[in-house]
């Protein structure tokens, strides 16, 4: 049975105002349902839940013999990811911030001039997933 009774207050020596500890246990904190997180990461990672749904695709064409399919699938990961990724590493550039991405671009280059798009989708999401990752942890640091 919830308590009726007042809050109860009290005032620290620096002058903020504090709960009771009944009052703070009542506050319930509500997470989002899995369907909603799980859209929230598709709308904040679009590029590593793409490729990584773009290379089960191209896998399921390659198992069932439509090889010549899987490779364009993997041609699309590699520019569709790929070109987001190659502006942001050239921001970095102009910027003076040199990484490891700039590594990655160049593989990813390579793979298309070679045409090992399987090659070059990984690196895309490596790539990409690392970013996301990154974001993630910077996102749950700010909030905690």
Known sequence: MINS???KKSTTQDGNVTES???QARTIVTQPSWPRRIWQALRNYPIPFGSLTLLLVSLVLWLVGRAEFANWTLMVIVLMGG???LWDTFKHIIHREFSV???AILAITGSLLLKEYLAGAFIV???SGGE???AFALR????S
């Open 5 to 7: 009774s007042p809050v």
């Open 21 to 23: 500890t009944a009052d």
């Open 83 to 85: 070109i987001p990724l």
């Open 101 to 103: 991405d700039f590594i």
């Open 125 to 127: 999401l490596m790539l």
């Open 132 to 134: 996301a990752r990154e």
């Open 140 to 143: 749950r640091a700010r909030t």
